[in-house]
């Protein structure tokens, strides 16, 4: 018998409205946004639920993303829904660590609201990303690395999509010479930093401080680390990872990867919209990837999984 896997989208697929349903119907997802907002003291509902310019800002974004993570994982595991494993894409990696228990919730919203601040602050002009598709990502890594700069690759998502991060200036002269790693389009993203590089290392190092003081517990089920794509099955190395998360590369595709060689054939993508289940089609089309944004997904997933 096959595994399932929880997984947990990133930044960028916030929308105003999201996860409504579910706190209308639902006790346990009303807890986790009331715990959200008091944990980060922000009016966490109204930034999720309501018209709000600064949903699209990286330290609001975070923390209203995590919380209705949480708010419908939580309702799915009410509901009977399990997984064997779980991983998580960039800030979703949080996602998993709800999914495994590895912090207390009060300071897994804490520490996000500071992440996204510390993020924010970090390199708040002159930075970018951009989506490379179709290209040879060993020979855009030749190309950054000949440029000069600081530009890197920042997601290896599946094949034929990574995303580059740095400088703009830097990242724009990659973007121009993608035709030479066979690339078919590259598109700049709509985001307010250079995410996963070099220009983020403090940002990460000030995170390790925020994280030195919260205590750990093991995880009741492995997740997958964004930094070596490798399982984490204990407490131990889980703050220095989510420190180095912040400039390292997200390895996305390799993540998934492990997880189908392990036995993995049915992925679950809880959180807004369907990113993740996109690049699982191009990873490997013969796994199964459901998602839960709604509770009408919530339903027909719990009909598929026989709960």
């Known amino acids: 018998m096959g595994k399932t896997a929880f997984v947990f989208p990133g930044q960028g697929a916030q929308y105003p409205g999201m996860g409504k349903d579910f706190f209308d119907q639902f006790a346990e997802a009303r807890q986790i946004y009331e715990l959200a907002g008091t944990s980060a003291g922000l009016d966490v509902k109204t930034l999720c639920f309501e018209e709000d310019d600064r949903l699209n800002i990286t330290e609001y974004t975070q923390i209203a993303m995590l919380a209705t993570e949480a708010a419908i994982l939580k309702t799915a595991m009410a509901h009977g829904i399990r997984a064997d494993v779980c991983a998580g894409l960039s800030l979703g990696e949080y996602g998993a660590l709800a999914a495994a228990g590895v912090m207390a919730p009060v300071d897994y919203f804490r520490i996000v609201r500071k992440r ?29 690395e000949e440029t000069e700069g600081i530009v890197s690759i920042a997601n290896y998502n599946c094949p034929g999509q990574i995303v580059i991060t740095g400088e703009k200036k830097a990242v724009d002269q990659v973007a121009e ?4 790693a066979d690339a078919k389009k590259c598109v700049p993203l709509k985001v307010s930093g250079p995410f996963h590089s070099a220009l983020l290392r403090e940002a990460g190092e000030q995170l390790g401080k925020e994280l030195a003081g919260v205590n750990l517990k093991d995880p ?41 060689r392990d036995g993995v054939d049915t992925f679950i993508e809880i959180g807004p919209g369907k990113t993740l289940t996109g690049f699982l089609r191009k990873i490997d089309k013969d796994v199964k ?19």
Request: charged letters at 25%; a negative charge; hydrophobic letters at 40%.
């Open 116 to 144: 996204g601040i510390l993020m924010q602050e970090a390199y708040p002009s002159g930075g970018a990303m951009t989506a490379v598709l179709g290209a040879d990502a060993r020979k855009i890594q030749e190309i950054c």
């Open 289 to 307: 990837g459901l998602n839960i944004e709604t509770v009408e997904d919530l339903k027909r997933v719990m009909e598929e999984v026989k709960c």
């Open 177 to 180: 010479r993608g035709k030479e």
């Open 220 to 260: 009741s089920i492995p997740y997958v680390s964004n930094v070596t794509a490798e399982y984490v099955t204990d407490a131990g190395p889980v703050k220095e990872l989510l420190a180095k998360q912040v400039s390292s590369p997200v390895r996305w595709q390799q993540s998934v990867e492990l997880m189908i």
